[in-house]
């Protein structure tokens, strides 16, 4: 199944902006993270725009954000 | 301070720190050996400073029963990584109830000057009453204990902040310096003023890389005592590290909370600029005064775009291991590094650049350099002016302040040197203030008399109960960004049980940067290691706790009632629909949140306060 990952701030370096990628079906946003050699800590998910857990199950056309979890200020 | 007995939570009064109390009117000094009441005394910084206020009835910030107190936290001067701290605390010349009472308030700021009072001897100091003349005042190591000298300060006035440190370093060599700018001495017309605190950077350097006790107003406070600056002077008295130190201090270094604020080349995320890049995801940076356009005007002032203009270094405080903050420097026309130009952190990244509509980061580079060398509040002065600018952009027809307006460089730049030097009251006095003459309260971005940092109301209904500014002193500003969450349940638990203890930073003297909650076991190991004390995580934890409900009772006592404790009207009566997050904060939601979080906190409250 093709789903779009869009990586922000520092996370894309090295790798991209925004890429549409082949998955395997069952495949989660862990199986992104996995791939792409993320680490899954501090990590903001969004599928198809909502926050969404690690383990949660993708479907074809999906988009998955992720982005570095920062705080302070 | 001398530890008696390493079991502080059942005998805190064999922990005993050292006061001094400076007689500004009179030009005495005196010191004295104080027993710690509880485990708030022993853990520090506002835990300490807090009791003390509640003890006094101050009905306006710029009496001279209203003190200053100086102070450092238990792990100030240790080894423990980042304990730099020292706090500033005050009723608050800027931050008010609308019954029209000061609020207690606390800052905090880093640099090696906590440090410096710590080895001079001293844990506190009260400055009393004020001086007729321009003072400052000198703590110095003596052969037996601190030694304190008040002299004259008039060959300061008028420096800027940074003028004044490189002036005093001169004669104190061996020292570190808390001054106020131009801005602090005009205290009558400008209640923002902030401490500006020297770094090692600063005095190796010659460049203005200071550090700032900014908020509520404290710098304005030593203007009103005629406290033109502190000098505190001493050897470097850090200890050995020991082996478990070193484990601890690897830990703060490597835990994922600090990781993160790591230079992007150590596998971090480069400061907490990249929030930029992550609110802008949600469109939820602030652009012209908190109202996010739903464009991509913000990329100006993203990283790769400024890296075409600035040298970038990520630099560290003293002994710091975490290089959390980002150094711009001008690019000589041989591409080599040339001048310091300014400090880029998210705040005031964002409240002198998108949110006054200015991307260019040359300009917001010039504006923040501006605002620290006058020494003012990044946040109260970025969000009082986006207020002015947002009333003109509505009003061309009566404008303020000569009719500045949105994205406006020069005529902004002006206006800010014009506010520290002391001379446009409407601005320097903050934005409650200038908004209730204007009457046009809806938009005016503060909560409870203290201006909003660079983190949208329309995403953090806990605002409310941030005791010493908006983000930190209640942990939630990022809550919905970070974590999607829009329950009821979810914001009651998070404010009473994670938000709060935010505040256990400005106790104990680290930097909030090491990441973790104040439950987590380093911060308990860490005390151990640099005291000895045996102090549990969840007697730290209940302590920090009722240290932040003190702070929420002491507002009460001024006079804050259930209406002080909400949003500006716009949040409620426009939402905006451009934000990509859910809009959770409707007058339903935010009331039925007040109500269980008042729940939770009032019977916890009793008690806390002297009669």
């Known amino acids: 199944m093709q789903i779009t990952v869009k990586l922000y701030g520092s996370l894309c370096i090295g790798r991209f902006q925004s890429a549409v990628r082949e998955y395997t079906d069952g495949s989660t946003i862990q199986t992104i993270v996995t791939d792409l050699g993320i680490p899954s800590e501090y990590l903001i998910r969004l599928k198809n725009g909502y926050h969404a857990p690690l383990e949660e199950v993708l479907h074809n056309n999906d988009t998955v954000s992720l982005l570095p979890m920062l705080d302070g200020g | 301070m001398r530890i008696l007995n390493q079991n502080s939570v059942a005998d805190p009064s064999s922990v005993v720190y050292r006061r001094c109390i400076v007689d500004l009117e009179a030009g005495t000094t005196t010191q004295e050996d104080v027993p710690c009441r509880n485990l708030e005394d022993v853990l520090g910084g506002f835990g300490r400073s807090y009791q003390i206020l509640a003890e006094r009835k101050i009905t306006e910030a710029y009496c001279p029963e209203n003190p200053l107190i100086l102070n450092t936290g238990l792990l100030t001067g240790s080894t423990v990584m980042t304990g730099l701290r020292a706090y500033f605390s005050s009723y608050s010349p800027l931050k008010q109830s609308r019954k029209g009472l000061p609020s207690a308030m606390w800052s905090a700021g880093s640099g090696n000057f906590g440090n410096k009072l710590k080895w001079s001897g001293l844990d506190e100091v009260i400055f009393e009453k004020r001086s007729a003349t321009p003072v400052y005042a000198v703590f110095t190591e003596g052969e037996h204990g601190p030694q304190i000298e008040i002299k004259p300060a008039s060959h300061l006035l008028g420096l800027t902040g940074h003028e004044k440190i490189m002036a005093l370093y001169k004669e104190y ?232 307006t949105f994205g406006q460089f020069d005529q902004i730049r002006e206006l800010i040197v014009k506010t520290g030097r002391g001379n446009v009251s409407q601005v320097g006095r903050g934005v409650k203030r200038l908004s209730e003459q204007t009457g046009e309260t809806s938009y005016a971005m503060h909560v409870k008399g203290l201006e909003l940092p660079a983190y949208l109301p329309d995403t953090n209904p806990a605002y409310a109960f941030a005791i010493a500014g908006g983000h930190m002193s209640m942990g939630t500003h990022m809550y919905l960004a970070k974590e999607g969450k829009t329950g009821l349940d979810d914001w009651v638990e998070v404010i009473t049980r994670q938000g709060l203890l935010q505040v256990g930073y400005d106790m104990i003297g680290l930097c909030k940067f090491v990441g973790v909650g104040m439950g987590h076991e380093l911060i308990s190991r860490a005390i151990g290691e640099a005291t000895g004390l045996k102090v549990s995580s969840e007697e730290i934890v209940a302590a920090v706790r009722r240290a932040y409900l003190r702070g929420l009772a002491l507002e009460r006592r001024q006079g804050y009632d259930d209406d002080d404790y909400t949003l500006p009207d716009q949040v409620f009566e426009s939402p905006n629909p451009k934000v990509n997050l859910p809009a959770i904060v409707t007058r339903e939601f935010f009331a039925q949140m007040k109500q269980r979080v008042w729940a939770v906190f009032k019977p916890e409250m009793e008690g806390l306060l002297p009669e």
């Open chain 2, 173 to 404: 060599a061996d020292a570190h310096f808390a001054v106020i700018g131009p801005a602090g001495e005009n205290f009558d017309t400008v209640y923002m003023g902030a401490i500006v605190l020297s770094t090692d950077n600063q005095l190796k350097s010659g460049e203005g890389k200071t550090r700032f006790a900014g908020r509520g107003g404290m710098g304005s406070m030593m203007g009103y005592k005629n406290l033109i600056a502190i000098v505190a002077q001493s050897g470097d008295k850090m200890g050995r590290i020991t082996p478990d130190m070193r484990d601890v201090n690897r830990d703060v270094i490597k835990n994922g909370g600090s990781a993160r604020f790591q230079p992007i080349s150590q596998g971090g995320h480069g400061g907490t600029w990249a929030n930029i890049d992550v609110l802008q995801a949600f469109h939820a940076v602030p652009e012209n005064n908190f109202r996010p356009k739903g464009d991509e005007d913000v990329a100006g002032l993203f990283r790769p775009n400024v890296e075409k203009d600035f040298d970038i270094q990520s630099e560290a405080c003293f002994r710091c291991g975490i290089r959390c903050h980002n150094n711009l420097y001008h690019r000589n026309a041989d591409g080599s590094r040339g001048a310091f130009a300014a400090k880029f952190d998210f705040e005031p990244l964002i409240l002198f650049g998108s949110n006054i509509g200015i991307n260019d980061s040359r300009q917001v580079a010039e504006l923040i350099h501006l605002c620290d060398y006058l020494g003012m509040d990044a946040i109260s002065l970025g969000t009082t002016i986006s207020y002015v600018l947002d009333y003109n952009a509505r009003h061309p027809d009566k404008p303020l302040c000569d009719g500045v």
